[in-house]
């Protein structure tokens, strides 16, 4: 069986940071593209970062670019988000996900975990 399970969510404060973990079990990172997504109360879901299907370029969104890093261990078949200088507006529920194809677009991937909440306080 798939699965896909966040951890390191929690409450910080403002300028802090915290590093999410997503722990794959049933397959093999390899060959896939894969997703961080967050989603706001009340706001859409969207992308954070994302590393395409070779393992070999990281994307970010504009938001996140320079604070955030996306990081794989295949050792442990685990992909990581190390968040720096967070802002409130950062304060969503985290997801990571697994597809073909790398893309902003949540549909593409086929593979959900089921997040973890990171608040960040003012």
């Known amino acids: 069986e798939v699965q896909l399970v966040e951890s390191g969510g929690g409450l910080v404060q403002a300028g802090g940071s915290l590093r999410l973990s997503c722990a794959a079990s049933?397959?093999?990172?390899?060959?896939?593209?894969i997703g961080w997504f967050r989603q706001a109360p009340g706001k859409e879901r969207e992308g954070v970062s994302l590393?395409?299907?070779?393992?070999?370029?990281?994307y970010y969104a504009d938001s996140v670019k320079g604070r955030f890093t996306m990081s794989t261990d295949n050792a442990k078949n685990t992909v990581y988000l190390q968040m720096n200088s967070l802002k409130p507006e950062d304060t969503a529920v985290y997801s990571c996900?697994?597809?073909?194809?790398?893309?902003?677009?949540?549909?593409?991937?086929?593979?959900w975990g089921r997040g973890t909440h990171v608040t960040v306080s003012s």
């Open positions: 996900a697994v597809g073909r194809y790398a893309s902003w677009s949540g549909d593409e991937y086929n593979y």
């Open positions: 049933g397959f093999t990172f390899d060959g896939y593209a």
């Open positions: 590393i395409d299907s070779s393992g070999g370029h990281t």
